[in-house]
């Protein structure tokens, strides 16, 4: 998902199998995140937090679906 931010910024997930691919970055460098497998049987959802250091701060939802 592209994010622009003129300085730095820091990412944060909310559930354990949803890991941003760094903790933090520069400007416009990508940000990716690895998903462990869903094996509940429920959809589940996790949050990646944005933080820039000016504080403007956006979410990204993440959702991974069981499969059928």
Same mark, same amino acid.
């Given at each position: 998902f592209?994010?622009?931010?003129?300085?730095g910024?820091?990412?944060?997930?909310? @559930?354990?199998?949803?890991?941003?691919?760094?903790d933090?970055?520069?400007?416009?460098?990508?940000?990716?995140?690895?998903?462990?497998?869903?094996?509940?049987?429920?959809?589940?959802?996790?949050?990646?937090?944005?933080t @820039?250091?000016?504080?403007?701060?956006?979410?990204?939802?993440?959702?991974?679906?069981?499969?059928?």
């Open positions: 592209p994010v622009t931010i003129i300085k910024w820091k990412a944060e997930s909310n @559930a354990k199998w949803c890991v941003a691919s760094k933090q970055g520069n400007k416009t460098e990508r940000l990716g995140y690895q998903l462990t497998a869903n094996d509940t049987g429920i959809d589940r959802i996790a949050t990646i937090k944005l @820039a250091l000016n504080d403007n701060t956006q979410f990204v939802n993440v959702t991974v679906r069981q499969g059928h």
